[in-house]
């Protein structure tokens, strides 16, 4: 069997947790990809292994790490947090603006499906991309 590209010590964490909830299944949505209660039925190992690190990397890192970035920026501008205790109101947009400012992912890497064409330079299709986010703040 192929291994995921994650970390052993995740893959290993993973398998043990998909066993788990194999034996032991709950109403969550990891018991229901352990179990393929879909109309293609069960994912293949790496597959599984692949999703669950999806859901881990996505679901928590971001959040740890968006809730970090938010409190560092809060705490450096005294004001601002002053301005959000007071009115409650601005929690969302603050949340959304900090997501902007200081974003809890700095790059993605994608693959281009056709070639694109920036600034008079062609990336052909096939080719893997790196998209500096954070690099779009001001």
Do not use: W
Request: aromatic share 6%; net charge negative.
């Amino acid at each position: 069997m192929t291994e995921c590209r994650a970390k052993p010590y995740t893959n290993e964490y993973m398998r043990q947790l998909s066993a788990t909830r194999r034996a032991y299944p709950q109403n969550d949505l990891l018991s229901a990809l352990v179990a393929g209660n879909d109309p293609d039925g069960c994912l293949l190992e790496l597959d599984l292994l692949t999703t669950m690190g999806l859901l881990l990397n996505a679901g928590h890192e971001t959040t740890v790490n968006l809730i970090t970035n938010g409190m560092l920026v809060l705490l450096r501008n005294p004001e601002v947090f002053d301005r959000l205790r007071h009115n409650l109101y601005l929690a969302i947009p603050m949340v959304e603006e900090i997501q902007r400012y200081d974003p809890p992912v700095q790059f993605v890497k994608r693959t281009t499906l056709t070639d694109v064409p920036i600034a008079g330079v062609t990336i052909p299709q096939g080719a893997s991309v790196i998209l500096l986010l954070a690099s779009g703040s001001p």
